[in-house]
């Protein structure tokens, strides 16, 4: 299985190696070479210096050969556009998309693009843990 991420920060350095550990043939794409080194000393797979969003950096990371793509760099319009390229353009129906701007994720998620919005998630997980607290009045409240 071949794997395009874009976007080699924290996220998307993790998710490459996460799935190279898995056996499958992962190249990231960043335009910072400094971001290799996030991936270890020890990583096989491939690394482009570039910007996602030129389609001969795409070709030359194999995206026509790719059955994934995942897209996660630091500009929501950056990761849209990139991911509306990697599935309209060369057709990777496995494409996903972070999207740090709640409205902006449901928008094109309604139009069809796989999109993560860790926004939305973090916004849940935190209303989720304060209710979990032990606060009487809290609680009564949303009895009521």
């Known amino acids: 299985m071949k794997l395009i991420v874009i976007g080699c920060g924290r996220v998307g350095s993790t998710i490459a190696k996460r799935f190279a550990s898995e056996g499958w043939n992962v190249t990231a794409v960043d335009e910072n ?11 096989a797979g491939g690394f482009i210096v570039g910007h996602g969003m030129d389609t001969a950096i795409l070709r030359d990371a194999g995206i026509e050969e790719a059955d994934a793509v995942v897209v996660a760099t630091d500009g929501d319009n950056t990761n849209l556009v990139i991911g509306q390229v990697a ?11 972070r999207i740090l701007d709640p409205a902006r994720a449901d928008f094109y998620r309604e139009r069809g693009l796989r999109t993560i919005c860790p926004t939305s998630t973090a916004i849940d997980t935190l209303t989720e843990a304060v209710r979990s607290c032990d606060i009487p009045n809290v609680r009564e ?4």
Do not use: D, Y
């Open 87 to 97: 599935q309209k353009r060369f057709g990777i129906e496995c494409t996903v998309v």
């Open 33 to 43: 070479e400094s971001a290799l080194s996030r991936l270890g000393e020890n990583w």
């Open 141 to 144: 409240e949303v009895k009521a």
